[in-house]
């Protein structure tokens, strides 16, 4: 039908896709996964700083959110083979671009000897109006 030295793509296989759950993140609130790995990469859903167990948004306020969110992201990478350690991007959305510095000095204990590439940016709102989501892709083993 096609020439696969004009059109190298099509003679490659599909990649597999792989739902990514665990109990140690909070389930998703929504038609979507924890994460999804494709190849050697796994793409991840927003972290909401909710408590797995309960279901309930962390007490406190930015850097208690933001240790909860780092917390389930990690949980999730985890379960996909990776970790914080082969993050190579991470998104943070931020209710208050004023909560910056804090947010920020929590994140940096969590990513103290690999720092990944990252954006962060404020939103209008954000889902359980919660103060902070975080994103990530990372590499797998």
Not at 14 to 41: D, E, F, H
Not at 93 to 103: E, G, P, S
């Amino acid at each position: 039908m096609f020439s696969n030295r004009l059109f190298p793509a099509i003679s490659r296989s599909m990649s597999t896709l792989t739902r990514i759950q665990t109990k140690g993140a909070p389930a998703a609130i929504g038609p979507y996964a924890q994460a999804i790995k494709v190849n050697n990469m796994v793409y991840t859903s927003g972290s909401l700083p909710v408590i797995p167990e309960t279901g309930n948004i962390v007490e406190g306020g930015i850097k208690e959110q933001t240790e909860q969110s780092l917390s389930n992201m990690a949980e999730v990478l985890k379960a996909s083979g990776s970790g914080l350690d082969k993050v190579v991007k991470t998104t943070v959305f931020l209710k208050d671009m004023n909560d910056f510095v804090d947010m920020n000095n929590v994140y940096a204990k969590f990513f103290d000897k690999h720092q990944p590439a990252r954006s962060a940016v404020q939103v209008a709102r954000l889902p359980k109006d919660v103060s902070v989501e975080i994103e990530c892709i990372a590499i797998t083993n």
